[in-house]
């Protein structure tokens, strides 16, 4: 475990922390005036190897090599242009820091950290983190790895859970949660929606699954996994001949048979690593708790195919809430991805990124 301490006067500025790996959801921006939850569970922190927050440059600034050095191998908006290695923890534990409100300004409902570091040692004054409060973002406490040392204190950290104890566990995500907003004409209140999460991890994954396919059509199993995949597959990719078969692949699933051509594989919650079998190559990762669900769906109550439930039937537990619309990945998310993998210098992947900043997919994204 870990304390991070000032780097100007050494003043402790959080619990002690267990490292984890980073959200596939921790640069998502979703909806408008909507109130997102806090981004890292209590006594956990993450770290982001790329350059985060300000100042930002223009692509157009940067040279080809500086870009792929950075990992970046598209075009992109604006790229920040902040030190690499940020870390990221629950507002709630941090200690001895307090805002600076000259920097906590230009923002909707709250701090963003566009201005750079926003929060302070408040033993010192020295900057120290941003905080993230602002609607639709995340909550969270971005720590700027210039400005803070980690000291490791008493105690070790529990081993990683095995891949059994993680389908043991069987914590997934549900698909569907309530979204709460404010400053609406109607005032605050909330709605049952796709979980920001499931958006977030379909985005990454599937970014993964357009350079898995070597531009073939690819189809992935029936039921909820095509309800999230299926849909932007089929737009993204061209109809014809020699289909690519992805299926889910895991522990605790039997091992795939010698059609699939793509496996879709958890990642592991704690040290990031993703699930790998011998002898196959094409992997497609999702958050552990997103694959357990699409790997072992929930059993629901029979119903009739058709029709009402049967004379004399009766049942006092209400229909689960679902969305009610389509499903679509995050398109910031799907992109920020894309642009980091090496394919997307192909003809074929840079023209599905132009055509999306050029005509946006409003009903696909």
């Known amino acids: 475990m870990f304390v991070f301490v000032c780097a100007g006067c050494g003043a402790d500025l959080t619990v002690p922390l267990s490292r984890v790996a980073l959200p596939a959801h921790a640069h998502q921006t979703y909806g408008n005036g909507v109130q997102l939850p806090v981004l890292m569970e209590s006594g956990t922190f993450a770290v982001e190897p790329d350059p985060w927050g300000p100042p930002w440059r223009r692509w157009a600034e940067f040279r080809p090599?500086?870009?792929?050095?950075?990992?970046?191998?598209?075009?992109?908006?604006?790229?920040?242009?902040?030190?690499?290695?940020?870390?990221?923890?629950?507002?709630?534990?941090?200690r001895?820091?307090?805002?600076?409100?000259?920097?906590?300004?230009?923002?909707?409902?709250?701090?963003d950290g566009a201005d750079g570091p926003n929060t302070a040692c408040g033993v010192c004054g020295l900057p120290v983190a941003s905080r993230i409060d602002d609607c639709s973002l995340w909550?969270?406490?971005?720590?700027?790895?210039?400005?803070?040392?980690?000291?490791?204190?008493?105690?070790?950290?529990?081993?990683?859970?095995?891949?059994?104890?993680?389908?043991?566990?069987?914590?997934?995500?549900?698909?569907f949660e309530p979204i709460a907003t404010w400053g609406g004409r109607l005032g605050s209140h909330h709605y049952w929606s796709w979980s920001p999460r499931w958006e977030a991890a379909v985005g990454q994954a599937l970014a993964h699954l357009l350079v898995a396919s070597d531009g073939h059509p690819v189809t992935v199993p029936s039921g909820l996994t095509a309800e999230v995949f299926q849909r932007a597959l089929d737009a993204l990719l061209p109809a014809g001949p020699a289909v690519r078969r992805a299926v889910l692949a895991g522990p605790g699933l039997p091992a795939p048979d010698s059609r699939a051509d793509i496996l879709l594989v958890p990642t592991h919650p704690r040290t990031g690593e993703t699930w790998a079998p011998a002898h196959h190559e094409r992997l497609v990762p999702l958050p552990v708790g997103v694959w357990l669900r699409l790997a072992f769906p929930e059993p629901h109550l029979p119903v009739p195919r058709s029709g009402g439930m049967p004379d004399g039937v009766l049942r006092d537990d209400p229909p689960a809430p679902r969305a009610h619309r389509l499903f679509r990945p995050d398109p910031y998310v799907f992109r920020r991805t894309l642009v980091r993998l090496p394919a997307v210098r192909s003809p074929r992947l840079r023209e599905i990124l132009e055509a999306l900043a050029t005509h946006p997919r409003a009903d696909l994204f």
Request: aromatic content about 2%; proline content about 16%; some cysteine.
């Open 96 to 111: 001895n820091t307090v805002l600076i409100p000259e920097r906590c300004g230009g923002s909707c409902c709250g701090p």
């Open 65 to 94: 090599d500086e870009a792929a050095a950075r990992g970046i191998h598209a075009p992109v908006h604006a790229p920040p242009d902040g030190a690499p290695g940020a870390i990221v923890l629950a507002p709630g534990d941090t």
């Open 139 to 175: 909550q969270a406490v971005w720590l700027a790895p210039d400005a803070v040392r980690s000291v490791p204190v008493g105690g070790v950290d529990a081993a990683p859970p095995s891949w059994a104890e993680l389908v043991e566990a069987g914590e997934g995500i549900p698909p």
